[in-house]
Structures are given as structure tokens and as C-alpha cells.
């Protein structure tokens, strides 16, 4: 039985409704499944962590490969489901909790998780987000999420997806791109395109800052208003307090042109623009 007949035949069998405010949407591709687990590349050392299991899909093939997977799911109808699916697993750990209130830190104790998740879109930055930011002890995080958020994760300067995420995501770790993945895909189907990435924390952020705050701040305010230059961005925002005299000044200071746009700026460009502004 395929993926789909399989999903179709538990659904009816439980008579399990679809809900949309948690991010339903199951995946049925036997092919999307096999490329998130062989990117995620899980050994039987490791702890995953999966972000909404659904009915246990990706969770089965998780524990085949893992010394443990802790799996937490929002939606408590699926618990009784979960608990049936995945009987034969005994390195399986079923959580009925909101992710967002999950102490994450001492899920893991003294492991560094592997996260493996197709999550629910509706929460996809603050996840990923959080986790990156509180430097939680996560060693990959191969995540299905909106195509739309994966291109803007990983995009360079001067591109059209290029913006404060990007920027966010590239300063805690390194993005790769594994797959575009169709809504075909999924049931129910969702309205968004979908995409497989993978990003790898780095040890160290690539780029040296006195102030990491004060980075983000400005990078915030850079991209407040996509099509002005940098100078009145920063002028226009309550953050920065000085004139468009001043703010010209400090760029050419460090070698930028007056007229730049944030959209043109590097993360070391940014970094840099941060130490000069901590001065
Ligand atoms: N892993 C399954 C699969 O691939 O078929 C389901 C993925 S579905 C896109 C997202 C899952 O996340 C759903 O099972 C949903 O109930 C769950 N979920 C939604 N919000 C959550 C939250 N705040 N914390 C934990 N799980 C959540």
C-alpha cells in the first residue's frame, strides 16, 4: 500500500478530522520521505527531535535510523493514534504538548538533538527562530517548511528574497536547500509550495560583532522599508538617533556609499556598519 492508501485507511479508521490551525497537512510521498531522512543523516547515535508527528509518518522512518526519536504533537486526538501506529518502536518518546511551550534544553539533557520535522507553517520562524537565538543544543535541523520561507532562509544580497531573515538564519548557520517538494505531496493539500532544508548551526557565528542586539536592530530597521536607502531607513526609525547628515557620514567612514540599501549589505557588511554604530 502506498502512502496515500495508508494515510486515507487511519484517517477513516479513526475518523480523524483535519485541523487547520494546526498546519494538517500529511505527507504522502514515500520519495520526499526518503530524501528528508537521507539528508538529515541520522545514525543510531542520535536523539531526534520531531516537531509534529501527525499520525507517524516521518516518525517511523525516524526511529529505523535513530537511537531515539521524542516526538511532540500538539493536537491531542492524535495521541491514541500516534500510540497505536508506532507500537512495534520501543525508542520512541510521544510528547502531547505545544512546541512552543516545550522546554527544548532539557528534552535534549546532555545530547545535542537532531531536528527532523515537517512542520507546521503556521509557526515555522518563531521555531526555528527560537531555537537558533537561545543556542539550544541542536546539532542540524532538516525541516520541511513554505518554499517561499526556505528561498528567503538561504538568499544572498542584492536578491529578491534577500531580507532580515535571511540574514537571521546565516548568522546562526549554515543553509542548504534539499528539495522543492509540490503540494501534491501533502493531504490535505496545502495552498503553499513547499521546500526540504537543511540548516547546520555553526560553532561559531561566521561573523565577529561587539553587539549582536544593536546588529539585529539595524538590520531590522534596513529592511523596514525595502526601496529607501539605508541612511533613511535608519533616519525614519525610532532606533537610531541621528541626522541624515550624520548617518551619511558614518557610511562613507566605513567605505559605503551614502545612497546604499540594506538589500546590497552583506552580514559583514552589517556587522561591521554595528561595531561602528556601538561606537
Ligand atoms: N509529521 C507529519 C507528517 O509529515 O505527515 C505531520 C506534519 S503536519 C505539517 C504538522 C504537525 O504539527 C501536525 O501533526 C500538527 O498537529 C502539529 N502541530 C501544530 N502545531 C504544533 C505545536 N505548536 N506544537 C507541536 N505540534 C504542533
Redesign the pocket.
Known amino acids: 500500500m502506498g502512502l496515500g492508501a495508508k494515510t486515507k485507511a487511519i484517517i477513516q479508521k479513526y475518523d480523524f478530522a483535519f485541523?487547520k490551525n494546526?498546519?494538517?497537512?500529511?505527507?504522502i510521498d514515500e520519495h520526499v520521505l526518503n530524501k528528508i531522512i537521507s539528508s538529515a543523516d541520522i545514525t543510531k547515535e542520535d536523539t531526534v527531535l520531531?516537531?509534529?508527528?501527525?499520525?507517524g509518518?516521518?516518525t517511523q522512518a525516524l526511529a529505523k535510523s535513530a537511537g531515539k526519536v521524542i516526538a511532540?504533537?500538539?493536537?491531542k486526538t492524535?495521541v491514541p493514534i500516534l500510540k497505536e501506529v508506532l507500537s512495534d518502536f520501543d525508542n520512541i518518546e510521544i510528547i502531547n504538548?505545544?512546541?512552543?511551550k516545550t522546554d527544548i534544553r532539557a528534552l535534549a539533557g546532555d545530547t545535542r538533538l537532531k531536528l527532523v520535522?515537517?512542520?507546521?507553517y503556521y509557526?515555522t520562524t518563531p521555531i526555528i527562530m527560537g531555537i537558533l537565538e537561545q543556542r539550544l543544543p541542536v546539532e542540524s535541523i532538516t525541516v520541511m517548511i513554505q518554499k517561499e520561507v526556505a528561498l528567503r532562509m538561504q538568499a544572498q544580497p542584492s536578491s529578491k528574497d534577500y531580507g532580515a531573515l535571511s540574514l537571521a538564519v546565516q548568522y546562526y548557520c549554515e543553509p542548504y536547500l534539499v528539495a522543492n517538494v509540490p503540494q501534491n505531496c501533502f493531504m490535505p493539500r496545502p495552498n503553499v509550495d513547499s521546500a526540504v532544508i537543511r540548516l547546520t548551526p555553526y560553532e561559531k557565528p561566521p561573523v565577529e560583532v561587539k553587539d549582536e542586539a544593536l546588529m539585529f536592530r539595524l538590520i531590522k530597521a534596513a529592511f523596514s522599508q525595502r526601496r529607501k536607502t539605508l541612511v533613511n531607513c535608519l533616519f525614519n526609525s525610532n532606533d537610531f538617533n541621528f541626522d541624515k547628515a550624520q548617518l551619511g557620514e558614518i557610511l562613507k567612514a566605513n567605505g559605503f556609499d551614502e545612497r546604499v540599501r540594506g538589500e546590497s549589505l552583506s552580514l559583514e557588511d552589517f556587522a561591521k556598519l554595528a561595531d561602528a554604530f556601538a561606537e
Open positions: 485541523k494546526f498546519g494538517q497537512n500529511f505527507l520531531e516537531i509534529g508527528p501527525g499520525i509518518t516521518l511532540v504533537e500538539i493536537d492524535l504538548n505545544d512546541i512552543l520535522a515537517n512542520l507546521p509557526i
